[in-house]
């Protein structure tokens, strides 16, 4: 029931540059509402990459950038490596006529070839 | 240092009610802007965020779960509990709580997570 909708899988070769994007309406992204994004390695919790668009956490190398527009928003990694596979959700709140509350994206699998 | 851990039941019978019981330390659910989420993961599907308390009682739902949740706090304790009602096997999931951060709805701090399983 995501109102976030991201592409189910995206995959690159080392070295190279992915994008994940990150869909949404003009009652979340589209209304002005800043946009998170997590990378998850399975078994663990959500690691915080990106928040507010395009700020990344200590820690975070800056191969990894984020971006918005209109009712959107994409991930990239640049320089992509065998660690970061794993699985990337976008966050965004939504102030939709069914109530205020946070929503995740529908999830990106990443696969480094 | 800022740590947030989860507990409760990790099985639940159907139409039971789960509590779960968020510890935190690191921070004080009194300041200004500051919130804990709960939020869970059905086995190999995506993340679903589910309530959020803030420093003021303020509170927020996923709607298609509204009716079947609450969130409390106890700041005194450094706990935040959620209540779901009427559990279901679909309900199955790890649970997280998570720290939000006073300048912005993102989530830094996160517990290690909880698997319930609703199963008669």
């Known amino acids: 029931q995501s109102v976030l909708t991201q592409p189910p899988s995206v995959s690159g070769a080392p070295g190279q540059r992915i994008t994940i994007s990150c869909t949404g309406t003009s009652s979340n992204i589209g209304a002005g509402y800043d946009v998170h994004w997590y990378q998850q390695v399975p078994g663990t919790a959500p690691k915080l990459l990106i928040y507010?668009?395009?700020i990344r956490p200590s820690g975070v190398p800056d191969r990894v950038s984020g971006s918005k527009s209109g009712t959107s928003a994409s991930l990239a990694i640049s320089g992509l490596q065998a660690e970061d596979e794993g699985d990337y959700y976008c966050?965004?709140?939504?102030?939709?006529?069914?109530?205020?509350?946070?929503?995740f994206g529908t999830g990106t699998k990443v696969t480094v070839l | 240092q800022i740590t947030l851990k989860e507990s409760g039941p990790t099985l639940v019978r159907p139409t039971q009610t789960l509590t779960l019981t968020c510890t935190f330390s690191?921070?004080?659910?009194?300041?200004?802007?500051?919130?804990v989420a709960w939020i869970r993961q059905p086995p190999g599907k995506a993340l679903e965020w589910l309530a959020l308390?803030?420093?003021?009682?303020?509170?927020r739902y996923r709607p298609s779960v509204k009716s079947r949740l609450t969130i409390t706090k106890d700041t005194s304790k450094n706990q935040v509990f959620l209540t779901m009602t009427n559990m279901d096997p679909v309900d199955t999931a790890t649970y997280y709580c998570?720290?939000?951060?006073?300048?912005?709805?993102?989530?830094?701090?996160w517990g290690q997570g909880l698997l319930v399983t609703v199963s008669s």
């Open positions: 308390i803030y420093w003021d009682d303020d509170t």
């Open positions: 690191g921070f004080s659910l009194t300041t200004t802007n500051v919130g």
């Open positions: 507010a668009n395009n």
């Open positions: 998570a720290h939000r951060d006073d300048s912005g709805g993102y989530h830094l701090y």
């Open positions: 966050q965004a709140y939504d102030s939709g006529l069914s109530g205020s509350h946070y929503v």
